[in-house]
């Protein structure tokens, strides 16, 4: 799993079954559909069948703590002026009653556009992956395919979308909403305090 994680942050995608054989010194195709297989079956993995390189980890990871999930740290997010997305390679322990159903992931919030919301510059935001979004929603964006933004997400009914901060210091986004890629829906909050 650890090889599938790296190779996706790497290379933006999954390797295939020949690329998991050869890390894994398996001479057999077989065998690896297998093992993917009963991986699937299990929720560790996901996988769209009959699509290439479309092989994901799934999250959380249960720990053996009892009551907490360990989370992949997907990155920064920015809670102001969109930043660039970064990719992040640490964990967070979360309660898993703050947990969505679904793929679940966690970025650090950078700024303070969403103070209104009590989402605070340092916090840890919890997302629950999502393309698509209601109305009004808090959600993490992506604008034009390399910024990310946490905003409140409202569709104007033009082929427009308006994404809000909740504090008055900031202007809202307003763009085509073909420039918008939805990538998850707030679901919690992590702080600690100094």
């Known amino acids: 799993m650890q090889f599938i994680l790296k190779y996706s942050d790497i290379h933006g ?15 057999s195709l077989g065998t690896v559909q297998s093992h993917i297989k009963a991986l699937c079956r299990k929720g560790i993995l996901h996988k769209e069948w009959n699509k290439n390189r479309s092989l994901r980890l799934a999250y959380p990871f249960p720990l053996e703590s009892g009551g907490t999930v360990e989370l992949r740290m997907a990155g920064r997010v920015a809670a102001g002026k969109p930043i660039e997305a970064v990719l992040d390679y640490e964990t967070v322990k979360v309660p898993e009653e703050m ?4 793929e679940n992931f966690a970025l650090r ?7 209104g919301d009590g989402i605070c ?13 209601e109305n009004g929603q808090t959600v993490v964006a992506l ?12 569709r104007n009914g033009d082929g427009t979308v ?33």
């Not at 995608?13 to 001479?27: D, M, V, Y």
């Not at 919030?109 to 969403?114: E, F, K, L, T, Y």
């Not at 809000?164 to 305090?193: D, F, H, M």
Request: net charge positive.
């Open 162 to 194: 308006t994404l809000s901060p909740t504090n008055p210091a900031y202007q809202e986004i307003v763009c085509e909403e073909s420039r918008i890629a939805i990538q998850g829906i707030v679901v919690g909050l992590l702080r600690k305090y100094k």
């Open 13 to 27: 995608n999954a390797p295939t079954q020949r690329e998991i054989a050869e890390q894994l010194g398996l001479s």
């Open 121 to 133: 510059d340092g916090d840890v935001i919890i997302v629950r992956r999502s393309s698509n979004a």
């Open 109 to 115: 919030v950078r700024g303070d556009s969403m103070i």
């Open 99 to 102: 947990l969505s159903r679904g």
């Open 143 to 154: 604008i034009d395919e390399r910024e990310a933004t946490v905003k409140r997400f409202r």
